[in-house]
């Protein structure tokens, strides 16, 4: 498994993704609903959770 490695903590990478949206704000939800609808596997990451 492949890793990103921060200074306190590694994080797997997990999943294969079209499309990468980092924060579920007021832009981050509307990008993700749109590039889902047009067919891109979509993941959304928001500060420690993660919607797939």
Do not use: H, Q
């Not at 921060?6 to 997990?14: D, F, G, Q, S």
């Not at 590039?35 to 891109?40: I, M, N, Q, S």
């Amino acid at each position: 498994m492949n890793t990103y490695s921060e200074p306190k903590r590694k994080l797997p990478i997990v999943g294969d993704y079209d499309v990468l949206v980092c924060g579920g704000g007021t832009s981050g939800i509307p990008s993700a609903i749109s590039a889902a609808r047009a067919g891109a596997k979509v993941a959304l990451i928001e500060r420690g959770i993660r919607f797939e």
